[in-house]
């Protein structure tokens, strides 16, 4: 067994991981081909996926700073003679909220790396003076330049939810990045990293040359953890966990093919290995507001949610004037691809869905108060113990008395009373938020069932109907007729067929009928 090194929990620097004896997964090998194949680049990546780190391998790459490489991947198939100048952007600090403010930091920062590479800068605005930047850096130094910007977008979502403030914001970084276009000739190499994907037109200004490499198959593990990480080079750290445990919590990550590896969130991996808990430790590090509050306001079927699927454009459809749900939820971490189709030539589908154990579980959890579950935290104690004890007439009890607790005033102001998916959306967000291993629309050979729970040696199959639609009675039927159970019967675990009928008249389940085979 390896030695165990330190565990790089927010470490963003390159030198100090390898000179510092921490793990470090090598990524040279996808920037080794980034470098290769073209000059423009960006990449969206969710928050804490080690775009920060991935920009400062960059950085001491160019400036040939051979040391730190001497073991991966790149070092014997790189220059080391030629040496480049390094303009680093980074927004990751702070909260703008003016373009006063924004302007001010641009400043600050195009005057530091000015004194870093030893230019003067004559020009007053901010364009001017970028653009002075990138040219006297490349004739100082006899070398183009390289320009990496992390970040990018962080001061536009940090006002996402102030339409007017986060115009003015974007006005502000497109005047900045606007400079790109004309530098050509003294560039070397461009990558802009972030979370979100705004449009060219919006925030890019003719930087038509950009490629995206969020979506393609041959970055999908640029950040990230793959399986293969966690078995070796995190292998001291693996003894006293449920390995299997490991992949259903915290891997899942993909950015194309189903057939590529999936990754990990480090941060996430880094925190078990140090507190040895599960926990929602990526999901609790900073989930933002307004995207609760966009789910709720759109009436959002969440069972749905593990099987949302959408069109290409859908997913980079992102802007201050419109915020697909599609690309919300992908672009942010709390669904990623699960599946990619192309039906016909040129058109492309994906099914998205959660990544993860941790993801679904949270993201439901903080779901529950929109759906009318204030008390969420009370309600999900009693809901574990009666599946716990495999109590079904407890579980009947409690799922009557958490529609009876629905205020009214809530089922008459929001919106998302009015869908007939909301009665499976409680019903479903709550067993989730649990962390249950579900399946939502569970395919057999006769059709799907619409939810199944396996949960402490029991299999719960679950078929909800609303009775001013259907006949009373039907649910449970259904599930008989077509035999849902056929494909669990050889686990050897009970079977529980439960058919839950609602009324919207009354707003309350009228049937919850149950038979165990």
């Known amino acids: 067994m390896a030695t165990p090194l330190n565990l790089p929990i927010g470490v963003q620097s390159l030198a100090e991981i390898i000179n510092e004896g921490y793990y470090y997964v090598d990524k040279t090998p996808w920037l080794h081909r980034l470098i290769k194949e073209g000059k423009y680049y960006f990449l969206s990546r969710p928050r804490r996926f080690g775009k920060s780190l991935l920009l400062d391998t960059l950085k001491e790459l ?3 700073n051979e040391p730190l490489f001497r073991c991966l991947y ?12 390094v303009v680093r952007i980074s927004f990751a600090d702070g909260v703008m909220q003016s373009r006063d403010t924004l302007d ?3 400043e600050e920062m195009l005057s530091q790396q000015a004194e870093a590479l030893q230019v003067r800068l004559e020009n007053r ?15 100082q130094h006899g070398q183009r330049v390289v320009v990496l910007i992390d970040e990018y977008d962080k001061p536009i979502l940090d006002n996402i939810t102030d339409a007017d403030v986060a115009r003015e914001l974007r006005e502000g970084l497109k005047n900045l990045y606007s400079v790109l276009k004309d530098a050509d000739p003294h560039l070397k190499f461009c990558l802009l990293t972030g979370v ?17 490499i969020t979506l393609s198959r041959d970055y999908g593990a640029i950040c990230g953890y793959t399986d293969e990480d966690i078995d070796t080079i995190f292998a001291p750290e693996l003894p006293g966990l449920d390995r299997d445990q490991i992949r259903h919590w915290y891997n899942g990550y993909r950015w194309g093919d189903e057939r590529l590896p999936s990754v990990y969130n480090p941060f996430d991996v880094l925190l078990l290995f140090q ?24 009436g959002l079927y969440t069972p749905r949610l593990d099987t949302l699927e959408t069109e290409a454009a859908l997913l980079g459809r992102f802007d201050v004037d419109e915020i697909a749900t599609e690309a919300l939820l992908f672009q942010t971490g709390y669904l990623t691809v699960h599946k990619v189709e192309q039906p016909m030539t040129g058109y492309w589908l994906y099914t998205l869905g959660y990544p993860n154990r941790e993801v679904e579980a949270s993201l439901n959890q903080a779901l529950l108060p929109a759906l009318g579950m204030p008390r969420a935290a009370q309600q999900r104690i009693s809901l574990f113990r ?28 929001n919106p998302i009373a009015q869908y007939e998916g909301h009665y499976a959306s409680v019903f479903y967000s709550h067993l989730a938020a649990l962390g249950l291993a579900i399946t939502v629309e569970d395919a057999g ?11 402490n040696g029991h299999i719960y199959l679950f078929e909800f109907k609303v009775v001013e639609q259907v006949p009373e009675g039907r649910a449970l039927q259904q599930l008989q007729d077509k035999g849902y159970a056929d494909k669990y019967r050889g686990q050897g675990k009970p079977i529980h067929l439960i058919g839950v009928e609602f009324s919207r008249e009354q707003r309350q389940i009228i049937a919850f009928d149950v038979l165990s085979l």
Do not use: C
Request: charged letters at 25%; glycine letters at 4%.
């Open 62 to 64: 160019f400036e040939a």
């Open 74 to 85: 790149i070092h014997d198939r790189w220059d080391w003679q030629i040496r480049h100048p």
């Open 104 to 106: 001010a930091r641009i």
């Open 125 to 139: 605005s901010i364009a001017g003076r970028f653009g002075e930047l990138i040219r006297r850096a490349h004739h």
């Open 196 to 212: 979100s994907k705004f449009s060219k037109v919006s925030l890019f200004s003719g930087l038509n040359n950009l490629r995206d």
């Open 275 to 298: 507190e040895r808990e599960f926990r929602p430790y990526w999901f609790e590090s900073a989930t933002p507001t307004f995207l609760v509050k966009l789910l709720a306001e759109r």
């Open 386 to 413: 009666a599946l716990q004890a495999h109590d079904l007439p407890a579980l009947e009890t409690h799922f009557k008395a958490l529609f009876a607790g629905l205020p009214h005033d809530w089922y008459r102001n």
């Open 445 to 455: 050979n006769t059709g799907r069932v619409d939810m199944t729970v396996d949960f």
